[in-house]
């Protein structure tokens, strides 16, 4: 375990936890709303303001973060005022998305080594400044799920209701599409922006097959997707296989177990 | 005795698509002790009188009172059952935490519930019979106890109107009596409407009877049964006898 000793390493088990903890919890959320789409399409629209920010030399970070947060209230406000187009702009946000980012790429001069990094994540490259921006994002995350938990669950249950009690229902919508999307900026540096999807659902579809209650499906989901990843960044390095992919391999494996133990258990009460 | 009506509909109109009216030209009251039945056929209105009453759209003419304001005004008294068909029988959460969402809406921003409020969650639970069930979660309840949490849920709210949007396509027809029963309860101290397609199961219960087919026509009365069986007629649904061997005099039923 002499790796451990390296400050690289470290920081990517840093960030791999940090992520895991926002991702357990508004994957939780997603999972349960069935927005699973939706977030993948925040996610790759995000391309969009990480070739933005790498155009205009800023962190690409904080590119991805004011483009998807826009992007995200933006479906969720379509998703909310018209049933009709809702589908087609969650597929065409996807690509455009992306095809902002590309376009912004190829005119910034120079050679975007990284690009592949962003797409498919690789927190071994972690620097100091982006474990600070993720743990920021993090804080962000975590505080406002606490504070509005009770609300979220109740709009996510019935929205109807919620509406006839007086509950700002299109503002919490809203709200919780900013915090997914600054989850999915959160897990791009972990997995890349292809691959979010997959941590962000299936550690807290796993959790759902397990668990009854909404805090056990948040804990269950959070404790997941920090195996996963930890245990990704350690088995990619001794593999020599890229981080990512493995990460979402082993949320894959867990979601199997889960699964059987799933089927097993209503075998057992049927 | 002249009462003030409740709620007061005149000459609503709604069209989702521009020149085609799903309500057209509404007017109806309601009146504190009503059981009112609203039947119709499937896109004849129904669902969307009830979100005009419950002011989530807003009528393209015509005026709406509501207890004695405006719709939007008067939702902290009324108690609100959606239909089920759209609730995810999934969801993880217990019976006890649905019904304090009851009052979710009445608390400041970030205030946690009063033991106030979980007495009266109680209360509602005991209310609708269901306060053994209380740490259940809504997954592992029947569709008739399910329901009763979803009323529940409305009368923590103590309101003076209570409305429900199909609520017999949970009820199984063994609990169906008691549950009607439960409303008649309800019905001593709240106005209830209750939306159902399903006119057979209803009839031995409502007070009044109205059909929503783009236009509305009330009929009340004592002999609800012919009222209902015109209301049919009106209304373009099959009505089958529920209770008494009805037979075929159309014409000749009572209706004030």
Known sequence: MDILTYQ??????????????????????????????????IAHASFGGLGIAYFLGLHPIIGAAVFSVLSALGIGWVSKKSKTHEDALIGALWAVGMAVGLIFIFLTPGYAGDLFSYLFGNILLTTQQDILLIAGLDIIVLISVALFFRYFLAIIFDEDFCEVTN????????????????????????????????????????????????????????????????????????????????????????YFIGFLIHIRKRKLIH | MKQEP???????????????????????RLYQEDFLGLIGPNGGGKTTLLKVILGLLKPDSGEITVLGTTPKGARDNIGYVPQYAKIDLDYPIDAFQVVLMGLLGNKRLLSRYSDKDKKRAEAALKEVGMAQFKNRQIGELSGGQRQRILIARALVRDPKLLILDEPTSSVDPASEENFFKLLEQINKKAAIIIV???????????????????????????????????????????????RLSHTSHNNSHKHD
């Open chain 2, 196 to 242: 159902s397609h399903d006119v057979g199961i209803i009839s031995g219960y409502i007070s009044k009877v109205a059909c929503m087919n783009r236009r509305l026509s009330l009929h009340m009365g004592d002999d609800i049964e012919g009222a209902i069986e015109q209301s049919a007629s009106t209304c373009d649904i099959e009505y089958i006898g529920h």
């Open chain 1, 167 to 254: 509950i700002r229902v299109l503002a919490y919508y809203l709200f919780l599409m900013a915090l997914i999307a600054l989850t999915v900026v959160v897990m791009i540096k972990v997995v890349g922006i292809i691959l979010v999807i997959a941590l962000l659902t299936l550690p807290a579809a796993t959790a759902r097959m397990l668990s009854k209650s909404m805090r056990g499906i948040i804990l269950l989901a959070v404790l997941f997707s920090s195996f996963a990843t930890i245990a990704g960044i350690f088995a990619s390095y001794y593999l020599n296989w890229p981080t990512g992919p493995v990460i979402i391999f082993i949320a894959a494996a867990l």
């Open chain 2, 6 to 28: 409740i709620i007061e509909l005149k000459n609503v109109s709604y069209a989702y698509v521009q020149n085609y009216n799903v309500l057209d030209g509404v007017n109806f």
């Open chain 1, 8 to 41: 690289f390493f470290q920081n990517a088990l840093i960030v791999g936890l940090l992520a895991s903890v926002a991702a357990g919890i508004i994957g939780s959320l997603v999972v349960i709303k069935k927005i699973s789409f939706i977030s993948g399409s």
